[in-house]
């Protein structure tokens, strides 16, 4: 009998997509422009916040804010070892060696605790990561700052898993002073590549339009964009920072608005298929079943983190290959940082993260999209609880 096959996470794009694209191809105005505006305000709007800015990724929004924000030489930032590299990397490009605080026992989150006692006089901001989906408990990290007495922090949500999700009733992208969201291939929503910041204080630590000096510092600092440019005569423009160049493009938003249209249900589907994972694996004690809900704080369902208990790390690599063998495409979300080359040469050890080694050792990531069927999704716990 042959196996099914089941990928780990394809996009879920329709024909109201690709028409979209080519309506955008054939207007003549393909690079950032109207899609683009049209884009972050509803983008702004689904997540809460008053404000959004659309980016060419999440990456680029974690660069961009520490860049108009001047955190660089100098500066500390506390951030998490368990987490995919970019949440990092970016620090290391703003020349500042982060500052990892290690994650909860038995939890993906960063140790609130730990923050308070990583907190030094030179700390300028914190960067939390929502794992899976699952929001960061946003309020006790404010109430740390709170007992330190360093409200001055600029807080940080690399929110990039948890576009759509809850947090105390309300949706995640103004919790903290900015949100990170990505839009690449493997999330929720897609836009082939791209991400954005959320906030909502456009005068935040005294700036005069934050909107604005994001925009521009995501354009090589250029005081006009192209759409402004191409008017008649108005070509003269001024370079007012060395900014990046990050933005968005209009093929990408075009996506991005009908996958927005269709969001909520495609969040559905994901519960539905989580649930089914759920039900069947939680018959087995072996099986520790990742968190989705509380009275009022949701998932957006972006991954099934299963940990599969005492399991060693070479044990959950063959598991994860056996299930290849089936042609079941699993993962594991995340090495943990100290664990790469790149940070044991800038001094980094796993065994000062003993939490984050323990989530990694046993965690595989199942598939979850929104165009798996109910039975494919059940099909892959039953394989997987054969092999356990």
């Known amino acids: 009998m042959t196996n099914k096959k089941i990928p780990f996470s394809p996009p879920d794009i329709t024909q109201s997509e690709i028409d979209a694209v080519v309506e955008?191809?054939?207007?003549?105005?393909?690079?950032?422009?109207?899609?683009t505006a049209e884009f972050e305000k509803k983008l702004a709007a689904y997540s809460e916040a008053n404000y959004g800015v659309a980016l060419n990724s999440a990456t680029a929004g974690l660069e961009l804010i520490l860049k108009v924000m001047n955190v660089g030489p100098g500066d500390e930032v506390i951030t998490t070892p368990y987490t995919y590299a970019a949440t990092s990397?970016?620090?290391?490009?703003?020349?500042?060696?982060?500052?990892?605080?290690d994650v909860k026992k038995d939890h993906f989150?960063?140790?609130?605790?730990k923050i308070y006692h990583a907190i030094t006089p030179k700390t300028k901001a914190i960067i939390t990561v929502d794992i899976g989906g699952y929001p960061v408990d946003y309020d006790s990290v404010k109430a740390v700052l709170k007992a330190k007495n360093r409200e001055d922090i600029i807080l940080i949500s690399d929110s990039a898993h948890s576009f759509g999700a809850k947090y105390k009733g309300q949706k995640v992208g103004n919790q903290f002073d900015f949100h990170v969201f990505s839009?690449?291939?493997?999330?929720?929503?897609?836009?082939?590549?791209?991400?954005?910041?959320?906030y909502n204080n456009n005068n935040f630590k005294g700036k005069e339009d934050l909107y604005k000096e994001f925009k521009y510092t995501s354009l090589h600092g250029q005081t006009k964009d192209a759409l402004s440019k191409m008017k008649a005569g108005a070509w003269k423009y001024d370079i007012v920072t060395d900014g990046f160049k990050s933005n968005m493009t209009d093929i990408m938003a075009a996506i991005g608005l009908v996958q927005l249209t269709r969001y909520d249900e495609m969040i559905e589907k994901r519960r539905a298929l989580f649930n089914v994972y759920s039900e069947i694996l939680s018959k087995h004690d072996w099986a520790i079943i990742p968190p989705s809900k509380t009275?009022?704080?949701e998932t957006c369902y972006h991954l099934y983190t299963l940990r599969l208990r005492d399991c060693t790390e070479s044990k959950r690599d063959e598991v994860i290959q056996k299930l290849a063998e089936k042609d079941i495409a699993a993962n594991v979300h995340f090495t943990p940082l100290p664990m790469f080359t790149l940070y044991?040469?800038?001094?980094?050890?796993?065994?000062d993260y003993p939490n984050a080694y323990a989530q990694y050792a046993n965690e595989i990531s199942l598939p979850l999209y929104s165009t798996l069927?109910?039975?494919?999704?059940?099909?892959?716990a039953n394989e997987l609880v054969k092999l356990i």
């Open 344 to 351: 044991k040469n800038l001094g980094y050890k796993i065994e």
């Open 24 to 35: 955008v191809l054939k207007s003549g105005w393909i690079t950032s422009g109207p899609k």
């Open 373 to 380: 069927t109910l039975e494919d999704a059940a099909y892959v």
């Open 295 to 297: 009275e009022d704080t």
């Open 89 to 101: 990397n970016v620090l290391i490009h703003r020349g500042i060696k982060p500052t990892f605080v």
């Open 183 to 198: 839009y690449h291939a493997v999330k929720n929503l897609t836009t082939a590549e791209g991400g954005a910041i959320t």
């Open 109 to 113: 989150h960063i140790d609130e605790e």
